[in-house]
């Protein structure tokens, strides 16, 4: 785990300005650090190319490559000399220079520190007033946030590194750098040392310290909103009144981006930079947009309780409509309709139909090309060629492209690839539709107890995907149109290259594209029992027990784009059964809970054979959770946790979704906290 520190200060202040007239303040600050507190090494090696050589041509340059080093290195022992030479010798190489492998985790290169800052001011106004004899109810909101962050990093500058890596003697006999130029951008020292790369910790502190510079990049994102709105009734009919609400908002959201001089590179004219480390060069990049949206809504009551209507205890209906311009994107508009049945007073039948639109966020549309390290399952590899969602046309496009019969040893499979990534002005508005409906029980005879039932249906068009490198692969080779697969106007085959010989990935351009389609289906359901302890004879002060549930469970949740289907749940992220069940306790100041989470059955992968991976599928999993809190003269208050409270493991070895599955690899946590309000 890494250290970070937090703090968080917030202000809220209300006024009434008169009965009719009420305004509040709120003020959100937030400061942290974190600190990456382990380190993958930095890795030269024949896989990222044949030699490392410096920066002078970007097109070129290759920081990853072996080390290519003297066989006079004063460093070398006699003996490790006169090995290296003779296997040269043997091999018909020349015998003054080798080629060197290293991992060079004990460079320390990724430690990283993020200092983040983050604040929010909301101010809001709202009251009443009285025209035509109709009361008129309005709200105003503005609100203005900004977070900011800045990172810094060692990193490696090659030029540098080359230098401390050519060791001489001078007349004295000392090791030291033959004479060489250093890079134009500084580094922790300017003073060049010798770097000794035979073996961990051998380097000098002086020698890392002349080649490593420390990087600083900084991102801000800023967004303003102001929503404004006023509601009242048109008519009263017989089960209430028809109301409605009608407003405006307006919204404003920024990016900026500095990479800072190590990940811009060096100035080499003609709008060019050459990198000065590992690293393709990154421009400064910003944008914005903003949006105007008018919307109204709509609720009309048919039949209340009060009618007492034979077969209908309440029956009412709603609906919802907005425009919104926004610069990047262009004017869409959404809407929604539905309505609500009860034939009794105990069950209550939903539904609801929505028209939705999501613009691309400004980092979708702005993010700055930059370096990325990527890898996944090739599908002309021998381990995928017989997989996907028809093998036969996988394997018949991967012959088309060179690739041998029943695929080859892709190295992409089992470890990253350099390419890049950025984001794509061009995209546009993501819609979905969806239906939503379900029953709603509150049996009279049975006093706080619900239980709801909802079936959700969501088809999303045009959805804004990051295809990364396994993606781009898979959408051509798994395309009937291949190699022509057109991707936004792009041929998503051109988008990742391979070595005509070795068939191995060497350079490939992740980025956000407008081509899927998601359809989803699922069964969400809950239970709500509130007991309050004087119903079974006990008295008033002995409290109430409050028990929760919810379950989902998924029909089917599909993703497709280029003519191929794949199935999106049944992972370890998304498993296609989970619940979490709360039972409450509650008794004045004192509370408690014990939490028990499930999760069904599931795989590590999808869309692959079931002999792909040794440890494919998952048992399914339980964990239970406890909290416990106290309250102290209104003020103050005590809370104790606990995660995972009989330790419970996922199954090993276990490689799925950290994020649903954090607290079990992490295993029984403890926190405390103190809250104090005044």
């Avoid at 080798?98 to 990724?110: G, H, K, Q, V």
């Avoid at 929010?120 to 709202?126: E, I």
């Avoid at 001078?170 to 060049?192: E, W, Y």
């Avoid at 619900?450 to 959408?475: N, P, R, W």
Wanted: proline share 5%.
């Amino acid at each position: 785990m890494s250290p970070w520190q937090r703090l968080n200060l917030t202000s809220i202040m209300k006024y009434d300005f008169t009965p009719h007239l009420h305004g509040k303040i709120e003020g959100f600050y937030q400061q942290g650090e974190s600190v990456g507190a382990s380190t993958s090494g930095y890795y030269n090696t024949a896989l990222f190319g044949s030699a490392m050589v410096g920066p002078a041509d970007p097109t070129t340059g290759n920081a990853n490559g072996n080390l290519a080093l003297s066989t006079s290195n004063p460093y070398l022992t006699s003996a490790e000399r006169t090995t290296i030479v003779n296997a040269l010798k043997a091999n018909g190489s020349p015998t003054d220079t080798f080629y060197l492998a290293r991992n060079s985790a004990d460079y320390a290169l990724d430690r990283f520190i993020t200092d983040n800052r983050l604040f929010r001011f909301v101010g809001d106004l709202d009251g009443d007033f009285n025209l035509g004899h109709r009361n008129f109810v309005w709200k105003a909101i503005g609100t203005y946030g900004q977070s900011y962050s800045r990172t810094f990093q060692p990193e490696i500058v090659t030029q540098n590194y080359e230098n401390a890596l050519d060791a001489t003697t001078n007349a004295s006999g000392q090791i030291v750098c033959a004479p060489h130029t250093s890079s134009p951008l500084a580094t922790v020292s300017s003073n060049c040392s010798p770097l000794n790369p035979f073996g961990v910790g051998q380097a000098s502190r002086a020698a890392t310290d002349y080649i490593t510079a420390s990087t600083s990049q900084t991102q801000l994102n800023a967004q303003f909103d102001i929503i404004a709105n006023v509601q009242s009734k048109i008519a009263t009919l017989p089960a209430g009144d028809i109301r409605y609400v009608l407003g405006y908002e307006h919204r404003r959201e920024g990016f900026d981006f500095n990479p800072g001089a190590f990940e811009q590179g060096q100035d080499i004219g003609n709008g060019q930079y050459a990198p000065y480390g590992a690293l393709i060069p990154v421009m400064p990049t910003s944008g914005a947009y903003h949006t105007h949206e008018a919307f109204g809504e709509l609720d009309v009551p048919l039949v209340s309780p009060k009618m007492h209507m034979a077969g209908v205890y309440n029956l009412a209906a709603h609906g919802a409509a907005r425009y919104v311009y926004n610069s990047a994107t262009g004017g869409f508009v959404t809407y929604s309709a539905g309505g609500a049945y009860s034939p009794t007073r105990d069950i209550t039948f939903k539904g609801n139909y929505t028209h939705a639109l999501r613009a691309p966020s400004v980092m979708e549309l702005y993010a700055p090309r930059g370096s990325s390290y990527d890898y996944g399952n090739d599908p002309c590899s021998t381990q995928f060629i017989d997989s996907g969602p028809n093998p036969a046309t996988r394997a018949a496009n991967c012959a088309k492209a060179g690739i041998p019969r029943g695929g080859f040893q892709s190295n992409i499979n089992n470890y990253t690839v350099l390419g890049t990534a950025s984001g794509n002005s061009h995209l546009r508005n993501e819609t979905a539709n969806s239906f939503e409906g379900g029953v709603l029980l509150t049996p009279r005879w049975v006093p706080g107890l619900s239980i709801q039932s909802m079936f959700t249906d969501v088809l999303l068009k045009h959805e804004i995907v990051s295809l990364g490198v396994q993606d781009l692969m898979d959408a051509c080779y798994d395309s009937a149109s291949y190699p022509n697969v057109n991707l936004s106007g792009q041929n998503v085959c051109n988008a990742f290259t391979r070595d005509s010989a070795s068939h191995q990935i060497t350079d490939f351009n992740d980025g956000y594209y407008n081509i899927a389609q998601s359809h989803m289906q699922a069964l969400q359901s809950s239970l709500t029992y509130d007991l309050p302890l004087r119903r079974v004879g006990l008295p008033d002060t002995a409290g109430e027990l409050v028990t929760t549930v919810n379950y989902v469970h998924y029909v089917n949740y599909t993703q497709t784009y280029l003519a191929a289907s794949y199935t999106e749940y049944g992972s370890t992220a998304v498993p296609q059964d989970n619940f979490t069940a709360n039972f409450n306790y509650y008794r004045g100041p004192f509370n408690f809970q014990w939490q028990m989470q499930y999760y069904g059955k599931s795989k590590y992968a999808l869309n692959v054979l079931n002999n792909v991976y040794q440890n494919d599928t998952f048992k399914q999993y339980f964990m239970f959770n406890m909290s416990a809190g106290y309250q102290f003269a209104q003020h103050y208050n005590v809370n104790f946790s606990m995660n995972n409270v009989f330790d419970a493991k996922p199954q090993y070895p276990y490689v799925g979704s950290l994020q649903r599955y954090y607290d079990a690899v992490i295993g029984r946590s403890f926190n405390i906290s103190v809250q104090a309000e005044f």
